[in-house]
């Protein structure tokens, strides 16, 4: 999923035409911040995350799952 979520940024991100430094500046987030979003870290914070999926009408959510229908459970 990590790596779903950063191809989607970096695309984003190039589509506006926007530096990596200018994506953080608007979304009020390090330059830090972003490089490992874009590249893939697997802990972030959510709340940040969001603040950068705003700039392009996006948000970042739980997934209800009904844990009754899982295929690797055993009755």
């Not at 979520?5 to 190039?14: A, D, G, M, P, V």
């Not at 200018?22 to 969001?50: C, H, W």
């Amino acid at each position: 999923m990590s790596q779903d979520l950063s191809k989607f940024i970096k695309e984003k991100r190039k589509g506006l035409r926007l530096t990596q430094i200018e994506l953080s500046e608007k979304a009020g987030v390090g330059i830090r911040f972003v490089r490992e979003l874009e590249g893939g870290k697997k802990t972030l914070r959510i709340d940040k995350i969001n603040q950068v999926l705003d700039l392009f009408g996006y948000e970042l959510g739980p997934i209800v799952t009904d844990r009754n229908t899982r295929d690797d459970e055993k009755s």
